[in-house]
């Protein structure tokens, strides 16, 4: 069962991203404060959980946070200012839209920028430990494959429907073949050689 907070003394705000390591589309990220003593045994990491479950989750997470925020950084910015500079903006981004302020911060990962003068604590595979990081993961990775099936019906031979951006085998030959739509990110290297089909 995963843990409600990593501290008790301050407002406690969870964070995570999605979409990092797609060749398309934005980086996405979220924060969510939950109650001291929230409570859910259904909520897991994103990757854990089918999609029907993620859909099921996110109102739940919505309606029972004290606060939650999402937020993303396009590809155009990422290729500005690389993708691990683009995940802490979106996270920093979704801090900013919190209207209660987060006192303490945990992310999953051994990596981040400090926000603001807020102390900070990264956790390793957080998402599979705390609960307000796992409703975060699960918020940025729903949004996020919203937004992709969005841009699917403009793009349809990128099949984003079906990867929402990651670098599939059917992604990567689309490129190959039609070249990168204005939402790919043009600092990956989208074009290295494909895997060989047995």
Known sequence: MLLSTFQQD??????????RGCLAGPVFAAAVIFPPDYCNTLLN??????EKKRMALRPVIENEALDFAVASVSAEEIDRINILNASYLAMHRALDQL??????IIVD???FKAYQNTPHQCIVKGDGKYL??????????????E???QLACKFPHYDWLSNKGYPT????N????????????????????LPKLL
């Open 109 to 111: 990962g051994n990596r």
């Open 45 to 50: 990491d994103s990757k854990q959980l089918s």
């Open 147 to 149: 937004y992709m099936q």
């Open 10 to 19: 301050l407002i406690e705000a969870g964070c995570d991203e999605a979409g």
């Open 132 to 145: 307000s990081i796992a409703a975060a993961s699960i918020l940025a990775k729903t949004y996020r494959d």
């Open 174 to 193: 689309a490129i190959l073949e039609y070249g990168i739509s204005p939402h790919h990110r043009k600092s990956f290297r989208v074009t290295d050689p």
């Open 169 to 172: 085998i059917k992604h990567r």
């Open 99 to 104: 209207k209660t302020k987060a006192a303490y």
